[in-house]
Every structure is written in structure tokens, then in C-alpha cells.
């Protein structure tokens, strides 16, 4: 029997991918992308990784960046992102 992929698999490798080419990402550390128990509001991926990069101001502009281009890359997969506003 042929196993296909769905967008969600793709997109989720396509992750690991980036980040293991990223020189910034600790590739001795952890890198964990998971897939959580679905919700009413969507199906929450997880990005778990760490950087190499110490110094405070420098760290928090490559995550942002990673993560801006992952949030960019999300409908390339066909995929929509959620973001649920408490009040």
C-alpha cells in the first residue's frame, strides 16, 4: 500500500530541513517539530530548537526571523495560520 503525505508531514519536514541549514540553530541540541492533538481552532504545530547565539538582542531577532519566514512559508503548503485573541 503507497503512503502519502499530507501538506501538515511536508510542511513539518520542510521545517527540519530549514532549520538543520540554518548556521545559527545548535545542531548538537534538540531540534523537535511535533504535531499536537488538534483543536477547535486548528491542528497546533510545535517548533522546539535552540541557537547558538548568547547575547540577548541578536538571539531575539534570528527566532524572529526564523519564525517570520516560517509563518511565510505556511501557505506554500496550503496551510492558514490562527492566532487567538484573549481579552
Do not use: C
Not at 14 to 25: E, N, P, T
Not at 52 to 74: G, N
Amino acid at each position: 500500500q503507497e503512503e502519502t503525505s499530507t501538506n501538515s508531514q511536508l510542511y513539518r519536514v520542510y521545517i527540519v530541513r530549514y532549520l538543520r541549514s540554518q548556521q545559527s540553530v545548535a545542531q548538537s541540541l534538540d531540534l523537535i517539530i511535533a504535531q499536537r492533538e488538534p483543536t477547535e481552532y486548528g491542528l497546533p504545530i510545535e517548533v522546539y530548537f535552540f541557537l547558538t547565539e548568547k547575547v540577548w538582542d541578536r538571539y531575539e531577532k534570528i527566532q524572529s526571523d526564523i519564525f517570520d519566514h516560517l509563518i511565510a512559508m505556511a501557505s506554500d503548503f496550503g496551510l492558514k495560520l490562527y492566532q487567538l485573541t484573549v481579552h
